[in-house]
């Protein structure tokens, strides 16, 4: 698929996915949605890369969904509309690579709601989050009732939903909405940084920790406790584990493989 909203830069084992509708403070229409869509569903098996870096062109991150796009739709457009987002958060989250939010600039409704599909939110001193959709007469329509609190919980979520105001990047850094605060012109260096951390790791150990931390969320302690059960002991059995406890004790670095 031709992209024309989104651009991807490989380097490094790295993919940055930059969010390119500059006019429209990159607000995600369809054709957005669909792009991304695409790069995720298709790029998993990629190892040219391991970890993947979203951010936005000029003064964005994402201003939200397409509003002149919403306004055209009938409910069934917009029910359409709706899963189509949902399930591009899914398949983010559920990505087996890690992805990192770098958030530049306006994060508000879809635009918060993509970066908290994130695995990690990391925000310019200029970033600003909110969930403004009550201001158009609707509620968040990509998972923001859901994701919100959980990272913040409930009364914060409730909070910024209720009254649709937006918050600096500090405040949401306070209420656990993003992980680190950067000044602007630090912030894409500290990105690829993180991302090159994680990179230097198992990649299969990596996966294992994301898929048990977002399962287990979902459930009780007990039943996380026995997935992460489960999953340490195949984690033990590869390549990759046997080759860090090697490496520790012959006093190197480890060369992982992802096996
Ligand atoms: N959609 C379309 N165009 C947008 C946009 C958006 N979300 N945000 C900004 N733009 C456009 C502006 O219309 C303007 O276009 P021109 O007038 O130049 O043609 C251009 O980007 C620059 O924006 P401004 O001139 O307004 O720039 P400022 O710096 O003055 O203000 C702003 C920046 C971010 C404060 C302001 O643009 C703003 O308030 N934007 C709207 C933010 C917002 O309300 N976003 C939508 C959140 S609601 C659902 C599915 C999805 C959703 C809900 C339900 N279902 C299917 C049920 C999700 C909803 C949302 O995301």
Request: include cysteine.
């Amino acid at each position: 698929m031709e992209y024309k909203n989104i651009i991807i830069k490989k380097e490094d084992r790295l993919a940055i996915v930059t969010i390119n509708r500059e006019k429209a403070l990159n607000a995600l229409n369809d054709e957005t949605v669909a792009e991304l869509q695409d790069f995720f569903r298709h790029s998993w098996m990629d190892n040219s890369f391991g970890c993947v870096i979203i951010t936005g062109a000029g003064k964005a991150f994402v201003a939200g969904a397409d509003i002149a796009e919403l306004a055209a739709c009938d409910v069934k457009k917009a029910l359409a509309k709706s899963m189509l987002g949902l399930y591009l958060m899914q398949t983010i989250e559920n990505y087996p690579k890690p992805v990192i939010a770098a958030v530049n600039g306006f994060a508000l409704g879809g635009g918060c709601e993509l970066a908290m599909a994130c695995d990690i939110r990391l925000a310019s001193e200029k970033a600003k989050f909110g969930q403004p959709e009550v201001n158009l007469g609707l509620i968040p329509g990509y998972g923001g009732t859901q994701r919100l609190a959980r990272l913040v919980g409930r009364g914060k979520a409730k909070q910024m939903i209720f009254t649709g105001d937006m918050i600096d990047a500090n405040e949401a850094h306070r209420i656990g909405l993003v992980d680190e605060v950067y000044p602007v012109e630090e912030l894409m260096d500290k990105a690829m940084a993180m991302a090159k951390t994680i990179l230097s790791r198992s990649p299969i150990a990596v996966t294992t920790a994301k898929e048990c931390i977002n399962s287990g969320l979902d459930t009780n302690l007990q039943v996380g406790c026995d997935l992460e059960k489960t999953s340490f002991g195949a984690i033990y059995g590869t390549e990759d584990a046997m080759e860090g406890m090697k490496a520790f004790l012959e006093k190197r670095k480890a060369e992982f493989k992802g096996k």
